[in-house]
């Protein structure tokens, strides 16, 4: 690593992917989000998801939804890296089991606030937000395929389910 300083700040992009495939292959796991420093975090995307994810994140911040700040995405062989500041506080699935029926129902309604904000937000396609493409396993499968010739309202149907 570079001298001293967090490398988010002090490596370049390839200096980092290679520190980030390090620090992977150090932890043993398969995990798709790992921290890279105190300061920041990088979440593993494909390339198909990389402009849908921009596009979600940008909507929810939008929204006031509170959102990790995108600092570098980094291209590491088949796959990219989204280097995202940390958002500093307690995890949720550390805290759960000592929450306070208060507290869960205070959460269930700060949860309830940012969905209705995010149902507020439509496609203009029946897909995701950035490309449009619909994916699924119901259409894309041979077993459940949409049928040959199905008419408008039939497909309309099928991605409505």
């Known amino acids: ?15 980092l992917a290679e520190y980030i495939a390090h620090v992977r292959k150090a932890r043993g796991d398969n995990s798709r989000v790992i921290e890279v420093s105190d300061l920041y ?39 990219f890296e989204f280097v995202q500041a940390r958002i500093h506080g307690q995890n949720l699935m550390t805290v759960w089991p000592d929450l306070g029926l208060l507290s869960t129902v205070r959460l269930a ?30 259409i894309e499968n041979d077993v459940y395929g949409i049928p040959r010739h199905a008419s408008p309202e039939v497909i309309s149907s099928i991605v409505n389910f």
């Not at 690593?1 to 200096?15: I, K, L, N, Q, R």
């Not at 209705?116 to 699924?136: D, W």
Request: proline content about 5%; aromatic content about 6%.
């Open 1 to 15: 690593m570079a001298s001293g300083g967090d490398p988010v700040h002090a490596m370049s992009d390839a200096e």
């Open 109 to 138: 309604f700060q949860l309830r606030g940012m969905v209705r904000r995010m149902r507020t937000v439509t496609s203009p396609t029946a897909g995701l937000l950035g490309t449009g493409l619909c994916r699924s396993f119901w």
């Open 41 to 79: 975090f990088t979440k593993r995307y494909e390339e198909k998801d990389i402009e849908d994810t921009k596009c979600a994140m940008q909507n929810a911040e939008a929204l006031g939804v509170s959102v990790p700040h995108l600092k570098r995405v980094i291209r590491r062989g088949p796959v």
